[in-house]
């Protein structure tokens, strides 16, 4: 007799906590203002309730694993952060595009693509995908290339 698993493939997530919703003096205006943070944010708003803040300070973040490389900017590899992933969201930003939540991208060490909607951020995707997909040709290759090099010398 076959038992069926009737457990889904896919565990099911909990269900995401209620958004916080807080508070903090606006520093231009002196009024108080009200904030509901992004789903998932992990920033410690601690600091912009305490005191006036400047409503372009406010910023809402999901922290993403990091990976690194050992990169050689100096002569010696050092390992610096490729590819790291912040989403934001500044609901106050000047710049409207700010105000919804977005991707920065930190291609290595401190060299960022800001400000990336979805499109944008398929945009990198695809051409990062095509790269990876180069890649792979490119290593196929290389293991031909050594193993001829090899039987050679
Ligand atoms: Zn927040």
Request: proline content about 8%; charged content about 25%; some cysteine.
């Amino acid at each position: 007799m076959t038992v069926l698993d009737d457990r889904p493939a896919v565990p099911a997530q909990a269900a995401p906590a209620e958004p916080r919703t807080w508070s903090f003096v606006d520093r231009v205006t002196g009024e108080r203002r009200p904030v509901t943070c992004m789903p998932g944010c992990a920033s410690d708003h601690a600091g912009d309730v305490a005191s006036p803040t400047h409503p372009d300070d406010i910023c809402c973040a999901r922290h993403l694993d990091d990976i690194t490389l050992p990169i050689n900017v100096n002569g010696d590899p050092e390992e610096f952060r490729v590819m790291g992933m912040m989403m934001n969201v500044n609901p106050f930003d000047r710049q409207v595009s700010q105000r919804l939540p977005h991707i920065d991208l930190e291609v290595v060490d401190d060299h960022w693509i800001e400000g990336l909607d979805p499109d944008g951020f398929e945009t990198v995707i695809n051409t990062l995908q095509a790269r990876l997909e180069k890649m792979r040709a490119v290593h196929a290759e290389l293991v031909r290339v050594r193993a001829e090099y090899r039987a050679a010398h």
